[in-house]
């Protein structure tokens, strides 16, 4: 099962072929790609499924489902 989960923008680069962006999961961060997401913006969290940025997230919801899913059992 794959889940989509949300992360930081932390920066966006436009000069290549595709619109890419690094983004933070809670520390852990990485490439993704943005092409589907022109509105977001430096800062803003997104959805990110298999390295895809799929949609704008609030910064409140993005803020709760990591709550949420920290509290998962890693055992």
Do not use: W
């Amino acid at each position: 099962m794959c889940l989509a989960i949300p992360g930081q923008i932390l920066s966006i680069d436009s000069s290549g072929t595709l619109r890419m962006g690094r983004a933070d999961f809670g520390g852990v961060i990485q490439e993704v790609c943005l092409e589907y997401t022109p509105e977001i913006a430096v800062g803003d969290y997104a959805i990110v499924h298999v390295g895809f940025a799929i949609a704008r997230l609030d910064v409140n919801r993005a803020k709760e489902i990591l709550e949420t899913i920290a509290q998962i059992p890693t055992e």
